[in-house]
């Protein structure tokens, strides 16, 4: 397997707070135990941790969508299809699993991504590293590359430009929001609390290592205070889509999800349309739009 590979990315990425630096010496213990084959001492750290953007956005030049096609290989083939990409023996891009149907992550290579790999570690550090040296239980191993094909749609590229500068296909209105806070607050208060507090540890094992270096949102489903929300039942549906007004809450769509028994109500993935550029949070803001439209 090649460490390195001569084509040109798909799209040149827009400048997302660039850097070079080494890891620091708690960051060394950490990717160590992710990653037992990453040279932590060569490893290049070249974007700081955050939940804006994860491996998959970084392989396509978005940085400001958290993406994820699904678990199959199959999915990934749909995804990167969008982007002019194609399966190949060699390529710019490379996806990794444990197996074809539990796809984990995706590295890039070329101009602008430095002299070997580089790799948005889910909303841990971006780093540069040998292709390799990523190969652990987290993330498996390189399962397929994939090349260019052709050149990005200039609709595509500038809906992509659109999305790293902060613009977005959908945004709710102050109505719809007004409507979302006002059916959570029809919560029973006792219920609300109880709702507020389980959430709240949710949302701090976000940060846990395991679920940190996933860029699989469904990761977040694997803890028990996830299911200490879940056995809260379908009453709490509007202080969940209240949470998703927060693009930073996006994690709460695996919960709104699985509690809406109404499938009109729920919003999917297509990859074909173009809200599939704008990732989870796109998907969580046009939950909050479909919610407030049914009250």
């Known amino acids: 397997m090649k460490e390195t590979n001569p084509e ?6 827009d400048d997302v707070g660039l850097l070079e630096r080494q890891m620091t010496p708690a960051e060394k213990t950490q990717f ?22 994860n491996c998959i956005s970084w392989t396509v030049g978005v940085t400001n969508a958290w993406l994820w096609p699904g678990a199959t290989i199959q999915s990934f083939d749909a995804f990167y299809a ?28 070329g101009p602008g991504h430095g002299p070997r790999w580089e790799s948005k570690c889910g909303s841990s550090l971006r780093i540069q590293h040998g292709l390799n040296e990523l190969v652990s239980s987290s993330y498996g191993r390189v399962i397929a590359f994939y090349t ?7 609709a595509a590229k500038r809906l992509i430009d659109a999305i790293n500068a902060g613009h977005t296909l959908t945004m709710p209105t102050s109505q719809q929001l007004d409507a979302v806070r006002a059916a959570a607050q029809k919560v029973p208060e006792e219920l609300h609390k109880r709702f507020e507090q389980n959430f709240a540890a949710w949302k701090k094992t976000w940060t846990d290592p395991h679920i940190a270096i996933s860029s699989d949102p ?9 299911y200490e929300l879940m056995a809260m039942g379908r009453d709490i549906i509007p202080a969940v889509v209240e949470k998703l007004i927060d693009p930073d809450n996006f994690f709460a769509l695996q919960l709104y999800d699985a509690l809406q028994n109404e499938h009109d109500m729920v919003v999917g993935f297509d990859v074909a349309s173009e809200s599939a550029f704008e990732g989870e949070q796109g998907r969580a803001r046009r939950t909050v739009e479909r919610f407030a439209s049914s009250l």
């Open 218 to 226: 469904t990761v977040v489903t694997h803890v028990k205070e996830y």
């Open 82 to 109: 969008r982007y002019s990409l194609k399966r190949s023996g060699s390529g710019p891009v490379a996806a990794w699993g444990t197996s074809l149907t539990n796809m984990t992550h995706g590295s890039i290579t």
């Open 148 to 154: 260019r094909i052709g050149v990005l749609t200039g």
């Open 32 to 53: 160590r135990s992710w990653f037992p084959a990453l040279n932590v001492d060569q490893a290049v750290v070249t974007g700081e941790s955050t939940r804006a953007y």
């Open 8 to 13: 040109s990315i798909v799209i040149a990425v």
